[in-house]
Structures are given as structure tokens and as C-alpha cells.
């Protein structure tokens, strides 16, 4: 079950003690934050036990892309660690997001949602091109999404410009995670494909994933509570 909260905080840092200070910080004007490969690779799973007794909702952002077998058992792996959404590459093919969606499943009602990644929200359609994949981006990221949804999984990560999209290509049970998220006063970043969180949520995303405009401000606490207010959420 997601917050009401849609505003995730990346902590993209390798420190345990700054994460933990960012997510004290923010806690109250925010529904949950993400953890990725930065993070993890420095502080492992204790360090993600350490986010998750907080209190607040984990999104584990470590995008598994492997053969099923592998897939699988990462997935079992980190599923008991409290994260309340993890990741894998839709890249990967149906039959590894189907073996992701069943290492889930067997925790039952306490088992993470699985989302896949479609297309990065650093990439534009000539990125894709130059890697040999069809374009547009829109047009990708809906063939991975229907796919994703096909095997079993909860949603997929997709960047602002695909909301409408998906919503009408997968339904408004299946579950949106939306980087590339920048209020108008932020910095856009290394993001192409980017959108303010009140459009984002009024186009149907579920979770708003927000980085920088947060942690890179001078006070962290209220850059929260500014797009709290801008989305119209109390305290």
C-alpha cells in the first residue's frame, strides 16, 4: 500500500549518517525515499534496515538486469529487508520479470511492490537510437510497460512524458514511480524528460521521486514542506 504522500526523497549518497539525517529531516513532508546503487554498495543491507526502521517507505532502486535465475534470487533476497517497492530492468525480458514478480509473491502481504525500469529519464530518442533501440521514447517505454504488466508486476518507472500514456495503455491500478520530477524554482539537472510534481501528479503518477531540489538545497526540511505545499498536502 503506497502513502498519500506521493514525494519519494532519493538519498543518493554513500554516508549512512547523511541519509539518515536527510530522511529525519524531510520525514514530515514526505511519504517515503528512495535508496540506490550508491547507497547500497556502500552500506549494504544493514544500511537498508537502518532507512527502513525509520519508519517511512522504502523504494529499493537497484534496477536487477540478469537471467531469471539470478533475477530471482536477488529479488528473495532483498524482499526481506522492508523496502516497500524494488526494481528491475523490464529490459530484461518476460521471463525474468516473471521469475522478479514470483520471488516477490512468495512474500506474501508483506512482500514489496516490483516495478520495471523502461527507459531512463537521462535518455532522449537520439540516445536510443544510438544504442539500436526504436524510437520514440514514448513508443519503447509503452512496449516495456505492457510487457511488464503482462508478467505480473506492480508498474514501471517512466519519466513524466509517458504518464498519460501508460495510464490509458495500463489502467489506473497499475503503479506509475516518476523520476525526472523538478519543482520550477529547481535546477533541471542531467534529466531530459522532466516535469513539476503538480503535473506529474495530476497526470495520474503515484510516486514522485525527488532528488536534488531536496537534498541539495541549503534546508532540506523546507524544500520538502515548499513541494508539500505546492501538492497541496498537509502535514
Given at each position: 500500500?503506497?502513502?498519500?504522500?506521493p514525494?519519494?526523497v532519493?538519498?543518493?549518497?554513500p554516508e549512512l549518517?547523511?541519509?539518515v539525517?536527510w530522511?529525519?529531516?524531510?520525514?514530515?513532508?514526505v511519504g517515503?525515499?528512495?535508496?540506490?546503487?550508491?547507497?547500497?554498495?556502500?552500506?549494504?543491507?544493514?544500511?537498508?534496515?537502518?532507512i527502513v526502521?525509520?519508519?517511512l517507505p522504502?523504494?529499493?532502486?537497484?534496477?536487477?538486469?540478469?537471467?531469471p535465475?539470478?533475477?530471482?534470487?536477488?529479488?528473495?533476497?532483498?524482499?526481506?529487508?522492508?523496502?516497500a517497492i524494488?526494481?528491475?530492468?523490464?529490459?530484461?525480458g518476460?521471463?525474468?520479470?516473471?521469475?522478479?514478480?514470483?520471488?516477490?509473491?512468495?512474500?506474501?502481504?508483506?512482500?514489496?511492490?516490483?516495478?520495471?525500469?523502461t527507459?531512463?529519464?537521462?535518455?532522449?530518442?537520439d540516445?536510443l537510437?544510438?544504442v539500436?533501440?526504436?524510437?520514440p521514447?514514448?513508443?519503447?517505454?509503452?512496449?516495456?510497460?505492457?510487457?511488464?504488466?503482462s508478467?505480473?508486476?506492480?508498474?514501471?518507472?517512466?519519466?513524466?512524458?509517458?504518464?498519460?500514456?501508460l495510464r490509458?495503455a495500463?489502467?489506473?491500478r497499475?503503479?506509475?514511480?516518476?523520476?525526472?520530477?523538478?519543482p520550477?524554482?529547481?535546477?533541471?539537472g542531467?534529466?531530459?524528460?522532466?516535469?513539476?510534481?503538480?503535473e506529474?501528479r495530476?497526470?495520474?503518477?503515484?510516486v514522485?521521486?525527488?532528488?536534488?531540489?531536496i537534498?541539495?538545497?541549503?534546508d532540506?526540511?523546507?524544500?520538502?514542506?515548499?513541494?508539500?505545499?505546492e501538492?497541496?498536502?498537509s502535514?
Open positions: 500500500m503506497l502513502p498519500e504522500n514525494v519519494f532519493a538519498l543518493d549518497t549518517e547523511q541519509a539525517a530522511a529525519d529531516a524531510v520525514r514530515p513532508r517515503g525515499v528512495k535508496l540506490g546503487l550508491e547507497f547500497f554498495n556502500s552500506n549494504g543491507p544493514d544500511g537498508v534496515r537502518r526502521d525509520l519508519g522504502v523504494f529499493l532502486d537497484l534496477k536487477f538486469h540478469d537471467i535465475n539470478t533475477v530471482a534470487g536477488a529479488v528473495n533476497a532483498v524482499a526481506g529487508l522492508g523496502a524494488v526494481n528491475v530492468h523490464a529490459g530484461g518476460s521471463a525474468m520479470l516473471s521469475a522478479a514478480a514470483t520471488a516477490a509473491a512468495e512474500y506474501g502481504a508483506n512482500r514489496p511492490l516490483v516495478v520495471a525500469v527507459v531512463l529519464t537521462s535518455l532522449d530518442d540516445d537510437a544510438s539500436g533501440q526504436a524510437g521514447a514514448v513508443s519503447q517505454v509503452e512496449r516495456l510497460a505492457r510487457l511488464s504488466q508478467c505480473g508486476l506492480d508498474g514501471v518507472v517512466c519519466s513524466p512524458a509517458e504518464i498519460a500514456v490509458t495500463c489502467g489506473d497499475f503503479r506509475l514511480v516518476v523520476p525526472g520530477i523538478r520550477a524554482w529547481a535546477n533541471a542531467d534529466q531530459k524528460r522532466i516535469m513539476t510534481p503538480r506529474a495530476d497526470l495520474g503518477a503515484d514522485l521521486v525527488i532528488g536534488r531540489p537534498t541539495g538545497s541549503d532540506p526540511a523546507a524544500a520538502a514542506a515548499r513541494i508539500a505545499d501538492l497541496d498536502i502535514s
